[in-house]
């Protein structure tokens, strides 16, 4: 078990060291992109990444706070479903109602990686070969596919 601090900075380290790592990498569009903290240009969509002793995550987030226009945003996506899992190479799951870490609703489409932990830097490989092609197949999917939710802005 590690205390509090260490855990930080365990976390810390590890999320410098996949910014660092993915920082050469250019956006679909050619730009220098802050892969950790990616702007979506979309209010209340996100792309997130997780990572604990347990198990890491990648996903699409719709955190809009009414239940009705959240769920105008996942349909839009659910139009979309086969571009993205064509960009992904995979499918990945999809819930409408579901809950971030603090019980606030929301809507993602997501993959996760188990068993996998944060903490042990044998893992890091795995968890950086896990998260890099699937942020930039989002990047990838999300250059074209952002058009189509410009009537939700």
Partial sequence: MYSKTEATQLRQAFWTTFGQYMAPVPSAE?????????????????????????????AIELTHPDPEIRELFFEQFEQL???LHES???????????????GLPLSRIFTELTPANLFN??????????????????????STAQY??????
Avoid at 37 to 55: I, P, Q, S
Avoid at 94 to 102: T, V, Y
Wanted: hydrophobic share 45%; net charge negative.
């Fill in 88 to 102: 992904l190479g995979e499918p990945w799951r999809w819930e409408l109602h579901a809950e971030d870490a603090n």
């Fill in 30 to 58: 050619g730009v220098p992109t802050n892969w950790i903290n990616y702007k979506t240009g979309l209010k209340h969509v996100y792309f997130r990444l997780h990572a604990d002793n347990r198990w890491a995550s990648i």
């Fill in 81 to 83: 479903k086969a571009m």
């Fill in 148 to 153: 189509a939710f410009d009537e939700l802005r």
């Fill in 121 to 142: 830097r044998d893992d890091w490989p795995a968890l950086i070969s896990f998260f890099k092609p699937r942020l930039m197949a989002l990047d990838e999917f999300w």
